[in-house]
């Protein structure tokens, strides 16, 4: 999967970890116009990575789907123009 056609999280909540279904994703921080360039990450063969931007941990978790988190109000939906 790549990040550019895959999932976009974000963590308004400003929570600590967010568990989601990906490995490779961007991560946006929070929803625009408070958003950080969206960033590609990839967790590699790790099960954790952090945002250097807004620094939300991501654990990838194996029962999620690839565009889901948990909270789910962690999956970015793109407003389209």
């Keep these: 999967m790549t990040a550019e056609r ?11 970890e967010v568990r989601i279904g990906v490995r490779e994703f961007r991560c946006a921080g929070e929803s625009p116009p408070q958003d950080h360039p969206h960033v590609y990450l990839d967790m ?21 789907g690839p565009n889901e988190a948990d909270p789910p109000d962690c999956v970015f939906v793109e407003t389209g123009s």
Excluded at 50 to 62: A, E, G, I, K, Q
């Design 44 to 64: 590699g063969a790790s099960d954790t990575i952090l945002c250097p931007y807004c620094v939300t941990r991501f654990r990838y978790d194996p029962n999620l």
């Design 6 to 16: 895959g999932a976009t999280f974000k963590n308004d909540r400003g929570i600590p």
